[in-house]
């Protein structure tokens, strides 16, 4: 996995490396002999593989550990996508509006969300895109929610403002 | 003329379109029918806002329909005008009439 390269080549190329406290410096590592030279590089490898161009030891393991995680959490993420529609609604044939955007959405008030979301959703897929196409009804879909988020911001700053100089008028 | 309940011109937009759509009124249609008749685009939070304060003042009430595919499958949120809204609306009406009239001349045709 590592090749060894002269004691000089290392050492000019640990100059940039931000040494720990408690790791040895590059004055230290000079004077080491090849052996204990070649340990202490080992050690500072796996703390940091990408300045030797290697990686850290276990990165194998690693790499299959997260395709792992990866495999569980997906049909996770496809149920919370598909969990609002039933296999029984399920709007496959009609283009989706920007999941991006929808995940903005989140942005305004949880009582309202729901509904303004599948208002948003339905005049996307009802109106805008067979009038305008997609690309178009995509981006006025954008704006709409921009605007959506704009107001919920703009709503609950107020609200705040408005609480804080009662709470001071009060006292 | 009682005054306690006058309607602002938002809400007073918001109950004509709820009473115009009748068992159609949700947030796109109304914010649709608003569009159409005023030329104005109204944002959907501001209108559920405002559906929520009237439903607060018990001017209109809400159910939950079924969910549909076109959304989603999310829920629409229906509304309908009770009597203490058409109240309200009538009373609003009557209280522009009173200040209008006589002023034909100078506003015009209008109301």
């Known amino acids: ?171 | 003329m009682p005054t306690r309940k006058s309607l602002g011109e938002f809400e007073q937009l918001i109950l004509l379109a709820v009473l115009r759509l009748r068992d159609d009124a949700y947030g796109m249609r109304i914010r649709l029918e608003i569009k159409e008749r005023t030329k104005r685009t109204v944002s959907l939070g501001a209108i559920y806002t405002t559906l929520e304060r009237l439903e607060a003042k018990g001017m209109i009430t809400s159910w939950v329909g079924d969910p549909t595919p076109e959304r989603g499958g999310r829920a629409k949120k229906f509304f309908k005008l009770e009597a203490s809204g058409q109240r309200a609306l009538r009373e609003s009406r009557a209280l522009v009439a009173s200040m209008s009239s006589g002023l034909t001349p100078i506003l015009g045709g209008a109301m």
């Not at chain 1, 393991?61 to 997260?66: L, P």
């Not at chain 1, 700053?157 to 001071?168: L, S």
Request: charged share 30%; hydrophobic share 40%.
């Open chain 1, 1 to 171: 996995m590592t090749s060894k390269r002269s004691k000089k080549d290392v050492i000019s190329q640990l100059k940039s490396f931000h040494f720990m406290p408690g790791e040895p410096t590059i004055e230290m590592l000079r004077t080491l002999p090849e052996k204990e030279f070649q340990n202490k590089l080992s050690e500072l490898r796996y703390r940091d593989g990408r300045i030797w161009g290697t990686r850290p030891p276990n990165w194998q393991a690693e790499r299959k550990a997260a395709w792992e995680v990866a495999k569980l959490a997906k049909p996770i993420m496809k149920a919370y996508w598909s969990r609002r529609a039933p296999q029984n609604l399920s709007a496959d044939e009609s283009p989706s509006p920007p999941r991006f955007f929808e995940f903005l959405l989140l942005l305004i008030p949880i009582r309202q969300r729901d509904h303004v979301v599948g208002d948003l959703e339905e005049e996307f897929r009802s109106i805008t895109v067979p009038k305008y196409g997609k690309r178009l009804a995509s981006i006025l879909y954008a704006w709409q929610v921009l605007i959506e988020i704009a107001r919920a911001v703009i709503t609950g700053v107020r609200g705040v403002a408005f609480g804080w100089i009662f709470a001071k008028l009060s006292k």
